[in-house]
């Protein structure tokens, strides 16, 4: 399995600030990844962040906006920048690991870090 | 287009009273169909990997189940510390969620 930590866990900001998200993983992986999950719905993919490479972003988010940071292949940062309120949702990542059986490997996740955006 | 439904939306269920939720699925080129637990605020708990038609994996109270079209998450005798929204997410040329089940288990 993977184990993903990110920090902070949540935290409260004001319009127009960044909050930056940081996410390591106990392991060295190829891809990882970043999703949105708003209030009372499931997990939208924000992006890809390849080690090595510019991330590759979903329809609806941009660089601008979400800018990415992969510096090696066990950490990886995501910035919301200039901040709304319509920003407030849980942020999470996640990275590929092996479930334990053989070759299966599944999507594993960050705990999330819950933002509030006033 | 590929698509994910999971059926209930809510379910809630007395402690010891069996049940199954369902996720339908359209997808060309299925890799693996993924069941998860989240609990509030908290992210997705791996529990299943299924990958092909007929197949089954079994936890605790929890047994997942695959056809070509659907998938079942049976409980068995649940209890209140089941309680969470199981997420189901299929595997094609990306991850596609489903909208999940939220679980209630009463005393």
């Known amino acids: 399995s993977a184990v993903i930590s990110q920090k902070p866990s949540r935290d409260i900001c004001q319009r127009g600030t960044s909050l930056t998200i940081q996410c390591q993983v106990d392991s060295q992986v190829t891809m990882m990844f970043w999703y949105r999950q708003q209030p009372g719905q499931s997990l939208t993919l924000i992006a890809t962040?390849?080690?090595?490479?510019?991330?590759?972003?979903e329809s609806g988010f941009v660089i601008d906006k979400f800018p990415i940071s992969r510096p090696n292949l066990t950490f990886s940062t995501l910035t919301v920048s200039n901040m709304s309120p319509e920003d407030s949702s849980i942020y999470l990542c996640?990275?590929?690991?092996?479930?334990?059986?053989?070759?299966?490997?599944?999507?594993?996740f960050g705990p999330g870090t819950r933002l509030l955006v006033l | 287009e590929d698509q994910v439904t999971q059926s209930p939306e809510a379910l809630r269920l007395q402690e010891g009273e069996s049940s199954s939720l369902n996720c339908s699925y359209t997808v060309s080129g299925l890799r693996g169909l993924f069941w998860y637990r989240q609990d509030p605020g908290k992210g997705p708990e791996f529990l299943f990997t299924l990958y092909s038609a007929g197949e089954e994996k079994e936890k605790e109270r929890l047994k997942a189940t695959l056809t070509k079209k659907e998938s079942f998450l049976h409980i068995t005798a649940p209890k209140p510390e089941d309680s969470a929204t199981y997420l189901c997410v299929v595997g094609a040329d990306k991850l596609i969620f489903g909208t999940g089940t939220r679980l209630q288990v009463f005393p």
């Open positions: 962040a390849n080690q090595g490479s510019e991330a590759t972003y």
């Open positions: 996640s990275a590929p690991g092996s479930t334990g059986s053989g070759p299966e490997e599944t999507q594993y």
